[in-house]
């Protein structure tokens, strides 16, 4: 079982920056493809970001130039860089680990932005 802990979630301003990031604990993170995604009240849950574990990324149309997906494998850790936050990018974060049936979910972090 591996378990990812979500941190770095709060309250920010419109325009501003926050860095999420995921620790999973496991040796063996770095097979895992590493994903972000977000769900706001009422709303389904939706993917942000991801990277492969050999480090593609992808985003979201609604994000793609302001967040940003990495990751440190000698961390164990996978990061999401957001920059210009809107009201809009208010939600619960969640960090997710996939290989192949093995899917982990973190517990989320909640990012408000607003003024």
């Known amino acids: 079982q591996v378990q990812l802990v979500e941190s770095g979630g709060g309250l920010v301003q419109p325009g501003g920056s926050l860095r999420l990031s995921c620790a999973a604990s496991?040796?063996?993170?770095?097979?895992?493809?590493m994903n972000w995604y977000r769900q706001a009240p009422g709303k389904q849950r939706e993917l942000v970001a991801g990277?492969?574990?050999?480090?593609?990324?992808n985003y979201a149309d609604s994000v793609k130039g302001r967040f940003t997906i990495s990751r440190d494998n000698a961390k164990n850790t996978v990061y999401l860089h957001m920059n210009s936050l809107q009201p809009e990018d208010t939600a619960v974060y969640y960090c997710?680990?996939?290989?192949?049936?093995?899917?982990?979910w973190g517990q989320g972090t909640q990012v408000t932005v607003s003024s």
């Open positions: 997710n680990g996939k290989y192949f049936t093995n899917n982990y």
């Open positions: 990277i492969t574990s050999g480090g593609s990324t």
């Open positions: 496991t040796i063996r993170f770095s097979i895992y493809a």
